[in-house]
């Protein structure tokens, strides 16, 4: 099956530090990439979508020059948090999916970033 | 306020029993589908109906689609301990993945 890997699974940084996520579509080519966010308990909520050689959308409320998002292969996305706070502190989620309607999201594992 | 809102929030029974699982939307969708989450990592598909079917089965998982009610229900049957974690439903308004939206999601626990 689809395999999407997610790295790092942990981090811890101090307030003022930027921190990158990387998002990689193992099996597949992935021309779009989602980013979630995630509280604890509480459901998913799209933050951005990274489209491979063009600009991400970012969804209502999410500022784009806090999370910077970069596509630059079909099988590669970047979330970098900018000057991160402890209010971003929370889990982040990316998902890929394969072309096509109607493709379930292939999720990677995650990654909990704790600012401090 | 979400798309998908589902219930109960919180389960809790023995293994062997049957799971159910409900979740509820507001809008016209395109598909359905069903995740799973363990605890600290991300979220696994389990199965997708589409707002022209009624039932489908996957193994133990059996999902049901009611478009008039605008709910779908979720039933594991003969759980087992490693049915524990968290299922979300997730609704797309198109067939656009962009668009697919996820509930608040219900707690699974299966007593060994």
């Known amino acids: 099956g689809a395999v999407v890997s997610q790295h790092p699974s942990r981090v811890i940084c101090k307030s003022g530090t930027s921190v990158k996520i990387e998002c990689r579509s193992l099996?597949?080519?992935?021309?779009?990439m989602f980013w979630y966010r995630q509280f604890p308990k509480q459901s998913l909520m799209l933050m951005a979508t990274?489209?491979?050689?063009?600009?991400?959308?970012?969804e209502q409320g999410v500022e784009k020059d806090k999370f910077l998002i970069n596509h630059a292969s079909l099988t590669l996305s970047t979330l970098t948090v900018t000057s991160a706070h402890p209010e971003d502190s929370s889990f982040y989620i990316c998902?890929?999916?394969?072309?096509?309607?109607?493709?379930?999201?292939?999720f990677g594992n995650g990654t909990r970033l704790t600012v401090t | 306020s979400q798309q998908g809102e589902e219930d109960p929030q919180a389960l809790s029974i023995q293994e062997g029993e049957n799971a159910t699982m409900n979740c509820s939307y507001k809008?016209?969708?395109?598909?359905l589908q069903w995740y799973r989450q363990n605890s600290g990592r991300g979220l696994v598909h389990l199965i997708l109906?589409?707002?022209?079917?009624r039932e489908k089965h996957s193994g133990r998982l059996r999902v049901t689609l009611d478009t008039s009610k605008k709910s779908s229900s979720l039933l594991i049957t003969a759980s087992r301990a490693a049915d524990t974690a968290s299922y979300f439903c997730?609704?797309?308004?198109?067939?656009?993945?962009?668009?697919?939206?996820f509930g608040s999601g219900t707690q699974l626990t299966v007593l060994p």
């Open positions: 809008t016209s969708i395109n598909n």
């Open positions: 997730a609704t797309a308004l198109s067939g656009s993945a962009r668009q697919l939206t």
């Open positions: 990274s489209n491979e050689g063009s600009k991400a959308t970012y």
């Open positions: 109906i589409r707002s022209n079917e």
């Open positions: 998902s890929a999916t394969r072309t096509g309607n109607n493709s379930p999201l292939h």
């Open positions: 099996d597949f080519q992935a021309t779009t």
